[in-house]
């Protein structure tokens, strides 16, 4: 992986949501790496341009995340990436956001930092002040960072039991070719394998793991696969959480992308206008990767 000291495959695998980080700040030189990288994003696949920042927690930062939506107690956090996107530069900002932290959220876990995706209402929180967000920008999701508290962390990744393995759909679930409702089969998936194998393992908010994937000729679709009354659900509404799904979508754009171009796959993302873009009610079109190894 570009920048990164380990493949991108293994830095997937080693990610999780770490939730209870050590009281050490982050380690200064791991800061000024970040910083780099903040500065040198790739380019998001639609084009929007969100800006970045690393920025040390203050007291109360854990606490004051419980009015904004997110869930779950965030134990000594010592840093946040917080971000701020401009309103209206694409269609697909939210995928756009969604791809871009999880970029930098990858970076952080190659430099063994522990980190966890917070979705809320930032924008006019606390942390909208510390990024001075302006008033045409939102600031969609945050994450926190750490050093982590204990070697077991380090160590815990993908393959542990406590960990995502045992609570992601099966392939078949995730994967399906030519038609929605037909299962792809790992063989068919040839070349691909590992690239699908690292969407299926990336997080997403709530765990609902939205995307779906579907192989039609040299063309890789991916749709999303909406929760049943995710988005209607009156505490989302009333806090005006934004689309969350949408950035998971972006996170399984980021991992399909990274683990195809580390194994040397020629592809890039297009819109194919042609398609219908709802399927079903809950499942709606949202980009494909053209392959050009195939
Ligand atoms: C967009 C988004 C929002 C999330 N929001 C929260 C949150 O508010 N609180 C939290 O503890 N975890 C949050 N998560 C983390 C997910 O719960 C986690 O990714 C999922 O349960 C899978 O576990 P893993 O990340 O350990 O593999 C969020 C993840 C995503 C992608």
């Known amino acids: 992986m570009k920048n990164f000291n380990i493949s991108a495959t293994e830095v997937i695998k080693k990610r999780f949501s770490c939730r209870d980080y050590s009281l050490e700040p982050v380690d200064s030189e791991k800061q000024e790496k970040l910083q780099a990288y ?35 107690f965030i134990k000594n956090p010592s840093a946040f990436i917080l971000g701020a996107m401009p309103t209206g530069e694409s269609i697909y900002d939210l995928e756009d956001y969604g791809y871009l932290m999880e970029m930098i959220i990858l970076y952080a876990t190659s430099l063994e930092l522990g980190t966890c995706w917070l979705g809320g209402t930032f ?91 579907l192989k039609y000729k040299n063309f890789w679709r991916f749709y999303m696969q909406r929760t049943p009354g995710y988005r209607e659900d009156i505490i989302k509404k009333v806090l005006r959480l934004c689309d969350l799904q949408r950035l998971d979508m972006g996170i399984a754009m980021s991992h399909f992308e990274l683990t195809a171009k580390e194994l040397g796959l020629k592809g890039k993302w297009v819109v194919e206008d042609d398609l219908n873009k709802n399927p079903s009610a809950l499942t709606e079109y949202i980009v494909s990767w053209e392959s050009q190894d195939f």
């Open 38 to 72: 903040l500065r040198n994003l790739p380019p998001a696949p639609f084009g929007s341009t969100p800006r970045f920042d690393l920025l040390a927690a203050t007291e109360g930062d854990s606490k004051s995340l419980r009015g904004l939506g997110t869930y779950g």
């Open 123 to 213: 924008t006019k929180s606390k942390f909208a002040k510390k990024i001075k967000l302006a008033k045409n920008e939102t600031m969609p999701a945050i994450t926190s960072m750490g050093e982590y508290r204990d070697a077991n962390q380090k160590r815990r990744g993908w393959t542990s039991k406590t960990a995502g393995s045992a609570r992601r759909l099966p392939w078949e679930k995730y994967f399906s070719n030519i038609m929605l409702d037909t299962p792809l089969f790992h063989n068919e998936a040839r070349k691909y394998a590992t690239a699908l194998e690292m969407v299926r393992i990336g997080p997403s908010a709530s765990n609902k793991q939205p995307c779906r994937v």
